[in-house]
């Protein structure tokens, strides 16, 4: 009697983002699976998948999108569900990472969250993780199992490429993401600038725009962050850079958090347009004649082909999505 292994590929979705799920399965022309997804009247969270999923490789995508915690949660429980079942392999597939910014202690007593939360995927069963423009790349280290680390790079880059009539900087808005901005200047032909900031680490989303270090004065100007959460850095680094010069400011950031009074900031902050992901779903009620949506599905499919082929996902990105 001869054995064949045929590899199956099954792709699920949690209620965070299902039309970046569907979106994904097109590139990849399959369906997306069916889940049983609902709630017990004291708000417990129950996923059950309708089909068989034995012998799968199973990917369960799931932003961590308000409420973030029931989000996380809800895709917890369906890796544990697919896990019980024999799925073959589990990759859970984060395109927004929640708590990932808790990667340190800064005072004492403070939690890791973000180590919390790679321990809690293993726990329930993951074998891969897979997410989108880390807010640090140390989170990748979080973890004791693989974790391949996109970039929406390539999406805004295309973009952007040719658009703008004389010299561009590409700025990050503090000193930790120069290395990002960098990645985009040389895609873009562009100089390299950021801007130095303070922060109080006892105050949570607030920060002062204190210089920039570049050149920025009659060039046009990309400002570069892993996320908009409340708007306050992007739109006090946008006004440092048009009091300094800067010919025009667009405003690159993959996640849309959009908390709070980010919307209001952005539609009076002096910027020409603002390019966001879809790896976080935005609300009609927080769409502006400024916000530019590209759509993160073809990177994504791209490189779970990848990781169900058993190839190589730093391939597709040349090696920038470390």
Known sequence: ??????????????????ELARDVADHLGVAVGKVELSEFANTEIYARPVDSVRGADCFVMQSHSPEINFHIMQQLILIDALKRASARRI????????????????????????????????????????????????????????????????????????????????????????????????????YVAFIHKRREATKHNESKALTVIGQVKNRHVVIVDDMIDTAGTVCNAARLLKKKGALSVVIVATHPVLSGEAIDRLKNAPVEEVLVTNTLPVPSEKTFDKLTTLSVAPIVAEALQAIFMESSVSDIFMGENL
Do not use: C, W
């Open 1 to 18: 009697m001869e054995l064949v292994n045929r590899k199956k590929f099954m792709l699920f979705s949690g209620s965070a983002n299902p």
């Open 91 to 190: 990759t859970a597939v984060v395109p927004y990472f929640g708590y990932a910014r808790q990667d340190k202690k800064t005072l004492p007593r403070e939690p890791i969250s973000a180590r919390l939360m790679g321990d809690l995927f293993i726990a329930a069963g993951t074998d891969r993780l897979v997410s989108i423009d880390l807010h640090t790349g140390q989170v990748q280290g979080f973890v004791d199992k693989p974790f391949d680390h996109l970039t929406a790079l390539p999406i805004f880059t295309d973009y952007l490429r040719g658009r703008f009539d004389g010299p561009v900087t590409v700025v990050s808005p503090d000193a930790g993401g120069v290395k990002r901005a960098g990645r985009y200047a040389n895609h873009l032909d562009a």
